[in-house]
């Protein structure tokens, strides 16, 4: 390709709107181009590295026997009905009405799609297991479109599908495809940490992330200090102490004077933030409208994912001190102890406890009286909990279960996500197979997801330095950048520049070769800044030295090479 035929060209300065690296090298140097908010065009130079890409998943997952399809983007709305995440998903889903009348969705993913397609391909258990993956544009109205690639509202993804006859076979895939990501990501030249995390709206029981760790990363990661665990904030566990070992205390209240926050109460009493537990209320977004009254150590913050998790990816909202009100608890000096369980219509208040609340004795918490506590409240005894779970965040420097490594934060930017969805799809579509035994049995399903533009996101933010992108070359957009510093094509310069042009197309190299008629300054800044591995330049004063000026982009020094070597030299 000659750089003057090209389209699309480099910038000068950042984008004004470009927050983190990748967003602006990307955009700077001609690889993506924005066309809304959260909506990006990949230029020449970018789709390149997007088809290098593709091409390493297609790779890892035709050597685990998955078979490559193409999945459509639009859905009908009955397949995400019949899962419930018609309701459930949110304004992420975009949903439309075609000329019918009928209502359809923009796809997000694919799990609908391929179960609809399960219910009449899928008959025999000698089928199992089928294992697919398609390479498909994916779109989400992202309500905070961020980083250019890192957080968009449409994007292309490759999501691979398992079914399987039984838990035990998914169990033993799994680890294969776990592999076959970090084999990606190995080729990438991306240095990942693969945490515990949170299924989300996908459900399902066990899910793992890839994190490639940056400040510029908007997920937090977990990271514990000797390297044994990592988990993101979701889903992340700690040690909340032992329990001490003593009597149940009566229950007493105590007078406790503009004492509304937990240090307030604590101080107050002499007591730690530890001998406490608060009450923090939401409102259920159910046909009831439940009140959720969670109950937590007074010194902990509560995990909202692990709290709708518990509660089977129910969504809700903080409730307003009128509804705190309105179920007989008084804000700032709440209890559960006493109030009524039955709200009347069919509504329930549902008390959620974190585990720290129930197995940690005699906590001071409110009275549900104005400047009143109690002090010696036992779960169990005092009240009596619907449901008990870890439902706490964990925080930065939070001691770790088993161990005495602490947990240390980072951010970090997902750059996959392996689910093991078990029948959380198959089940409520209705899908089976007959077994052995000709049993209609419910198949297990996996969905591993990978994303194409934010993974050449991430290989920027780990690949670069002030002048540029440092492209590993497994997905650089060319494998050389040829720079001719010839004032005509016709002169000595020129003529040899366009000689090793053909040679090093002849050969299958990829080569960019820059034949504007721009200075050395600028050329050298545009090679920089785009980041092909290695520079070739030609020059009189390369000619004159016998040779080529040969440049790998990752190093400082460049070299003379001869002209009838250079190719061994870059090892082309």
């Not at 992202?142 to 980083?147: D, I």
């Not at 003593?246 to 109460?265: D, F, M, R, S, W």
């Not at 996959?416 to 089976?432: N, W």
């Not at 440049?551 to 001869?562: C, L, Q, W, Y």
Request: glycine content about 8%; hydrophobic content about 40%; aromatic content about 8%.
């Amino acid at each position: 390709m000659r750089f003057s035929q090209l389209f699309g060209r480099t910038l000068r300065e950042d984008p004004a709107e470009a927050e983190i690296i990748s967003h602006r090298l990307l955009q700077r140097a001609g690889f993506i181009k924005p066309l809304a908010s959260g909506i990006y065009t990949q230029m020449p130079l970018g789709w390149r590295v997007s088809k290098k890409i593709m091409d390493i998943f297609r790779r890892e997952m035709d050597a685990l026997g998955c078979q490559e399809m193409a999945m459509p983007v639009l859905n009908p709305a009955e397949i995400w009905q019949q899962t419930g995440r018609w309701d459930n998903v949110g304004p992420a889903l975009v949903k439309w009405k075609d000329r019918n009348q009928r209502d359809m969705a923009l796809a997000m993913t694919h799990e609908e799609t391929l179960t609809d397609i399960l219910k009449t391909e899928l008959e025999s258990y000698k089928q199992l297991p089928i294992l697919v993956y398609h390479i498909q544009t994916k779109v989400r109205d992202e309500p905070r479109p961020r980083a250019g690639l890192i957080r968009v509202r449409e994007f292309i993804m490759k999501d691979a599908y398992s079914v399987h006859a039984d838990q035990a076979d998914i169990d033993r895939f799994y680890p294969d495809m776990v592999q076959a990501y970090r084999n990606i990501y190995a080729t990438c030249d991306l240095t990942v940490v693969e945490v515990e995390a949170d299924s989300g709206m996908m459900g399902g029981s066990d899910s793992h992330e890839f994190m490639v760790l940056s400040d510029s990363g908007e997920d937090t990661v977990f990271i514990s200090s000797d390297g044994a665990y990592a988990a993101n904030a979701e889903r992340a566990v700690f040690d909340k102490g032992t329990p001490l070992s003593e009597e149940l205390g009566q229950l007493e209240e105590v007078y406790t004077p503009n004492c509304k926050t937990i240090a307030q109460v604590a101080d107050y009493l002499g007591v730690p933030q530890t001998r406490t537990v608060k009450a923090v209320f939401y409102i259920a977004e159910n046909e009831t409208q439940d009140f959720l009254f969670v109950v937590i150590r007074g010194d902990l913050p509560v995990n909202e994912v692990k709290l709708s998790n518990v509660l089977g990816g129910l969504r809700f909202r903080p409730a307003s001190e009128a509804e705190i009100e309105a179920v007989g608890a008084v804000p700032g000096y709440a209890t559960p102890i006493g109030l009524k369980r039955d709200l009347g219509s069919g509504r329930k208040l549902i008390v959620i406890a974190d585990d720290s609340a129930v197995h940690f004795p005699n906590l001071v918490s409110g009275a549900n009286k104005l400047e009143y506590h109690f002090k010696n409240t036992n779960a169990g005894r005092d009240y009596q909990p619907d449901i008990v779970a870890d439902i706490a965040l964990a925080r930065d420097g939070d001691k770790c279960l088993g161990s005495e490594a602490t947990l240390q934060l980072r951010r970090g930017i997902e750059v996959g996500h392996c689910f093991k969805l078990g029948k959380r799809y198959s089940e409520p579509m209705g899908v089976t197979f007959l077994d052995e035994n000709g049993k209609a049995t419910v198949p297990i399903m996996g969905s591993y997801g990978i994303g194409v533009g934010r993974l050449m996101a991430a290989i920027v933010e780990q690949h670069h330095d002030p002048q540029g992108i440092i492209w590993p070359e497994s997905v650089a957009p060319f494998d050389v950048h040829l720079v001719s510093l010839a004032k005509n094509r016709e002169d000595e310069i020129g003529q040899q520049a366009e000689a090793i042009y053909q040679t090093l197309q002849a050969a299958g190299v990829e080569v960019l070769y820059d034949d504007r008629k721009e200075s050395p300054g600028v050329k050298f800044a545009d090679a920089d800044l785009i980041g092909i591995p290695w520079r070739v330049t030609v020059s009189s004063r390369s000619l004159q030295n016998g040779g080529v000026e040969v440049k790998r982009r990752s190093e400082a020094k460049a070299e003379v090479v001869p002209l009838d070597g250079f190719m061994e030299y870059m090892e082309l």
